[in-house]
């Protein structure tokens, strides 16, 4: 185990026993988390990755293998032995998990209480991490007036509240909008800085490991397919679902062959739009630039631009409707045309 290394989990597997057999939902995992670190585990649903984080707290036993934790093999230690490690290990969930009858500041101290720690106590750490969140001002507020993005910082308030080492985020924005998800990760970054609270992010969505995450772990069908920085990932995926996850599904599925070529004429559009960009945006589907002689004349954009279609008809024919529709010029051409 290196020396900055927070978490270790070695040859780590989970085994469900069910009416219909056996259920393998981890396998040989080995990861290594650094202290301090923003670390994501990303895989599609089903690969595994919620059990991978409730074994890491111990919420669920593994059935083979270790995690240790600040050197210490919690399979080694005894529940109480247990509960104090969980302590070093505050986490957030997608449905936030609130407790309605208890206002945000009553929420935040729950933990505290539990702990033993006085009230007085409890309530002065509870209103510095409502601070901290940003939601001071809505202490007396019940989880029902909130909205998605204040439960979720009242969550995280309460899972700092024990001074954790490690903090578990569970898909803790998926059941966020957009820019929700983005103030959320800004303070999930915040506290890794300020704090050195060492984040694990557990998710589905490349955008959140590609916003915060230093390194990443990909799980598919229960094993670790590839980990690295995520910019190494990002810019080279090794296995079949990194690419897939990073790329897309088009990339994989999508055949060219010997299929039809459009020319784009650029006679008078702004050199500003992104033409190509929000045709594959829009019609979800890529196209195989074949030539292009474009130039910027004074902010216009002239030239024409020669692309193959996908050889599938339905999705050819999306992409000459959209061009069509955004009233930009074309007209298809031979296979040699230039």
Known sequence: MSADAIIRLEELGKQFYTANGTVTALDHINLEIERGEIFGIIGLSGAGKSTLVRCINFLEKPTAGKVIFEGKNLGDLGEAGIRTARRSMGMIFQQFNLLAQRNVLQ??????EISGVSKTEAKKRAEELLELVGLKDRMKAYPAQLSGGQKQRVAIARALATNPKVLLCDEATSALDPNTTKSILQLLKQINQDLGVTVIV???EMAVIEAICDRVAIIDQSQIAESGKVSE?????????GRQLILGDA???T????????RIIFD???SSEPVLAKLILACKTPVNIMYAATRDLNGTAMGQMIIQ?????????????YLSAAKVPFEEVTEDAV
Do not use: Y
């Open 251 to 253: 990339v994989e599925n």
């Open 202 to 204: 557990i998710t589905h």
């Open 107 to 112: 929420n935040v101290c729950f933990p505290l």
């Open 233 to 241: 990932i990002f810019s080279e995926p090794k296995s079949r679902i």
């Open 309 to 321: 279609l996908p050889e599938d008809e339905t999705e050819a024919r999306r992409v000459t409707s």
């Open 268 to 270: 008078g559009r702004a």
């Open 255 to 262: 055949d060219f062959g010997n299929s039809r070529q459009i």
